[in-house]
């Protein structure tokens, strides 16, 4: 009945147990949308019931009419058309009503759902960032739970509707016969089975192309995005991506194709039974009245009752196939809600031992899912006032030491200690304002040339006196000054009058960010200036060892000009501290600083 589909973890629940269980999410999104907006919540589910009662009142206004009208009444008659004249205004403002409501509620719950996201994501660890799984269960909430919930709500509050509607139309049907109230109920039933079938099978087909769907929207960013569009040009790379974009779209279009037109035609074919019941309930109701059991007016009436109360019954039938669809799709949302967040912190903002440093004592960390490894057993310390930098090839596990340093990564062995206190227990916010950090792939906010430099510190985000001491301690100054609109100046190409800077610039802007932060005693420079020359970069670390005189610095760079103006070098070799010391006494050893400094000093000879 349903094209066959794999299974992939995500997909939907099997068995009745989990079937039901699903419905689980309903009080939740209940709730989140009472949450949104209480009032419009109250008068929707007012207007609900209101649209609920008025169908059958009119209905029965309907069969007064033909009475009267065969009985000659003419003042009945028209007393019995006005009212049923203002019931059918009466359900025609109810439902207009629910329309207004509903599209209000939808406006403020997209952006409820939205704001959940996002605060759980201020929650989660940068490990949980790095993980494929999690993206795909972003993406699926993000493109339908913002909806899901006032869908169930409207499927709810319209089950509800229908139901009172139910009650309505079989307190009049059942007069004629109860069979015609079960032949009502049982006709309904093999096209909400169907229903109920395809929407667990789309279900599974959405969650399992919720990979594609991101290497769809990363495409478009490769081809509309003014950081890449240069190199996309150059290489001639725009019609192969473009045509890898189609690929993705026609295969997630073929298996849309192979569930819709299976939907069709079993819905087609189901659909006829309750065609088959009504006329056949018709000619039952035709022919009683031919022989005189039942009046005109019962007739009109019983046949209104039927067809309307067969709509509500499948209508009923089909809310709950759509709220168990639905159900399915907030298991995303709540699955990304419900993911444990990060590690909380300790609460303390002072260790026992101040002026004790930075302690490595026996750190290992090993990344989720990975074999080997980034970093093992190393022990170190950074004593207040000294300049450490690190070495190693790529992936010698220097930038994640920093990671963890900074607690976005918690060490799988060993313990780091700021002033004799474990990381863990520091509180983050303080453990922060000690630290300033500038990793290589820093980010150029399109901003302006301040916040840029202000988003060092949150604290002091918009203090222009700040900003101007960070830019000048940064060697940025002297460019920003000479800008149109100096630290008010838009930086990127996304909004109007923006100003792009080239990638030296950039990383100045980078490095005065890590002076934002006047309280901070361990700064961190991750490769702060590769895109400024050999020449520039010695007078900024020149510079850079003079204006933190007072303070701990961790500095990764390649160029070993640079490296051997620190107190202390750590080599790194596969995640393991091979060597350490000053540069004279590494160069005395005669180990692999040595025979890295030499080759690189030979290459400027």
Partial sequence: MSPPIPERPGAAPKGWRTTLGVFAYGGRALRLVWGTSRALTGLLAGLTLIAGVLPAAAAYAGKLIVDAVVAGDEPAALQWIALEAALVVAMAAARRGLTVCEELLRAQLGHSVNVLILEKALTLSLTDFEDSELYDTLTRARREASR????????????????????GYSGLLIAFSPWAVLILAVASVPAFLAEARFAESAFRLFSWRAPEARQQVYLEVLLAREDNVKEVQLFGLGPRLLARYRAIFTKLYADDRALTLRRGLWGFLLGLLGTAAFYGTYAWIALATVARRIGLGDMTMYLLVFRQGQGA?????QAIGGMYEDNLYLTDLYAFLDRPSRVPDGGQSAGPSPGDGVRFEGVGFTYPGAKAPAVVDLTLHLKPGQKLALVGENGSGKTTLIKLLTRLYVPSTGRILLDGLDLAEWDEAALRRRVGVIFQDFVRYQFTVGENIGVGDDGRFEDQARWRDAAEKGLAEPFIDALPKGYGTQLGRWFKDGRELSGGQWQKIAL???????????LVLDEPTSAIDAEAEAQIFAHFREATRDQMAILISHRFSTVRMADVIAVLDGGRLIEYGSHDALMTLGGT???????????YQ
């Fill in 148 to 167: 899901r919930p006032l869908s169930l709500v409207k499927r709810t509050f319209g089950l509800i509707q229908n139901a009172v509607s139910i009650v």
């Fill in 593 to 603: 600083y040595a025979r890295l400094f030499t080759l690189q000093a030979a290459g």
């Fill in 512 to 522: 005065s960010r890590a002076f934002m932060r006047g309280d901070a005693d361990i």
């Fill in 313 to 317: 019954f499948s209508a009923i039938l």
